[in-house]
T-cell receptor, first 115, second 111 residues
Framework: EAGVAQSPRYKIIEKRQSVAFWCNPI?????LYWYQQILGQGPKLLIQ????????DSQLPKDRFSAERLKGVDSTLKIQPAKLEDSAVYLC?????????????FGPGTRLLVL | QKEVEQDPGPLSVPEGAIVSLNCTYS??????FMWYRQYSRKGPELLMY??SSGNKEDGRFTAQVDKSSKYISLFIRDSQPSDSATYLC???????????WGAGTKLIIKP
């Protein structure tokens, strides 16, 4: 079974530039999550999708971050404009359904450095 | 105060030792407790999952939950160099599926 795919793996940009990350979840997984993991910290949930609808985006800085999941499969996360404090690893995860204790499967992450 | 506290380490032990990793939490509503392992430059992967209090064993790994003390532990027996990774605890309430994460403990097993 193929895992969660993310691209790019690494990205270096200057502040005020824009950047986009892509995620392809495990086939058949209805729920998709985007997390931000700053060095030395645990993952912080940015947004959660159930199929193509948003379930929770309470911690997404909506003035600069946006995400979409068209057709309930792939998802993109965009930052525009980027700030220095956005330097982090952006993790995508998926799970079979949002029924409770299903396992979240993580991709390898995109490591973003904002200069 | 953070909802979940975890010592970042690093924790360095010789191969074969028993390792104890811990998290404390403040919210008594947490019911689901998880341990994830994260290798360098990889995403976290679920190791152990426990509901409410008690122990759960899987091979060399044992997870313990003490809800009265708001304290959870992960024990690794016969530790191997391949166990070297960051171990993250995560937990959530019945009513909210969002995971609350610890900062992770970096574990180093010396051959």
């Amino acid at each position: 079974e193929a895992g969660v795919a993310q691209s790019p793996r690494y990205k270096i940009i200057e502040k005020r530039q824009s950047v986009a990350f892509w995620c392809n979840p495990i086939s058949g997984h209805a729920t998709l999550y985007w997390y931000q993991q700053i060095l030395g910290q645990g993952p912080k949930l940015l947004i959660q999708f159930q199929n193509n609808g948003v379930v929770d985006d309470s911690q997404l800085p909506k003035d600069r971050f946006s995400a979409e999941r068209l057709k309930g499969v792939d998802s993109t996360l965009k930052i525009q404009p980027a700030k220095l404090e956005d330097s982090a690893v952006y993790l995508c995860a998926s799970s079979l359904a949002r029924t409770g204790h299903e396992t979240q499967y993580f991709g390898p992450g995109t490591r973003l450095l904002v200069l | 105060q953070k909802e979940v506290e975890q010592d970042p380490g690093p924790l360095s032990v010789p191969e074969g030792a028993i390792v104890s990793l811990n998290c404390t939490y403040s919210n008594s509503a947490f019911q689901y407790f998880m341990w994830y392992r994260q290798y360098s430059r990889k995403g976290p992967e679920l190791l152990m999952y426990t509901y409410s209090s008690g122990n759960k064993e899987d091979g060399r790994f044992t997870a313990q939950v003490d809800k009265s003390s708001k304290y959870i532990s992960l024990f690794i027996r016969d530790s191997q160099p391949s166990d070297s990774a960051t171990y993250l605890c995560a937990m959530r309430r019945d009513s909210n599926y969002q995971l609350i994460w610890g900062a992770g403990t970096k574990l180093i097993i010396k051959p």
